[in-house]
């Protein structure tokens, strides 16, 4: 298994500001992954976050409103930036461990008002 | 690419009876299957996955699912469901040698009555 944390665990933002999300694995992964789920919906992947080399983002998502770094092997963060309420959601982070499978931190929910 | 459909969005059965979540996916290759709980306002936890071998696979908590190739189908199964059972489900698929992304079915909110 793995341990991730992430902070802050929820937030309250206003709209056109960001606001930076943080995951910690307690150890070095290769990959990390950023999911966005929505109020009542399933998760939808919005990057993959690889150390040394810039995200790869998913259809529909960008750098500019999701900028992601990953500076080591046990750290990433994803931006929101100039938020709406459209962005009220809860985002997770997670690591991939053996074969195919994912573990998830226990996300940060973001209301934007 | 891939995609999950959960045929029910919402289950609700009583306390000690059987349940059944239904999960069938489409892929052009050969995949991974999980099941994925989440407990209310809580994190996702795995319950189980298939990655090869037998079709039959046991999780925690007293769930088991079962791989049909050829129905391309992931069903989740419990014999006697608890209170506790209570949460949200989701079927998930990676692409076997691919990317390891999960794509996520829309989930099923089990709800157990006493």
């Known amino acids: 298994s793995a341990v991730i944390s992430q902070k802050p665990s929820r937030d309250i933002c206003q709209r056109g500001t960001s606001l930076t999300i943080q995951c910690q694995v307690d150890?070095?992964?290769?990959?990390m992954f950023w999911y966005r789920q929505q109020p009542g919906q399933s998760l939808t992947l919005i990057a993959t976050?690889?150390?040394?080399?810039?995200?790869?983002?998913e259809s529909g998502f960008v750098i500019d409103k999701f900028p992601i770094s990953r500076p080591n092997l046990t750290f990433s963060t994803l931006t929101v930036s100039n938020m709406s309420p459209e962005d009220s959601s809860i985002y997770l982070c997670?690591?991939?461990?053996?074969?195919?499978?994912?573990?998830f931190g226990p996300g940060t929910r973001l209301t934007v008002l | 690419a891939q995609s999950v459909t959960q045929l029910d969005s919402q289950v609700p059965v009583f306390e000690e009876a059987p349940v059944e979540l239904r999960c069938n996916y489409s892929?052009?290759?050969?995949?991974?299957l999980f099941w994925y709980v989440q407990y209310p306002n809580q994190g996702l936890q795995l319950l189980l996955k298939?990655?090869?071998?037998?079709?039959l696979v046991k999780g925690i908590n007293g769930f088991e699912a079962e791989f049909n190739k050829s129905q391309t189908s992931f069903h989740l199964r419990k014999p006697s469901v608890h209170i506790s059972d209570t949460a949200e489900y989701f079927c998930?698929?990676?692409?076997?040698?691919?990317?390891?992304?999960?794509?996520f079915g829309k989930g099923t909110k089990l709800t157990v009555n006493p």
């Open positions: 997670s690591v991939v461990r053996g074969k195919g499978e994912q573990f």
């Open positions: 150890s070095q992964v290769t990959m």
């Open positions: 976050a690889n150390q040394g080399s810039e995200a790869t983002y």
């Open positions: 892929s052009s290759v050969s995949v991974y």
């Open positions: 298939y990655l090869s071998g037998s079709t």
């Open positions: 998930a698929v990676s692409e076997k040698g691919g990317s390891e992304k999960l794509v």
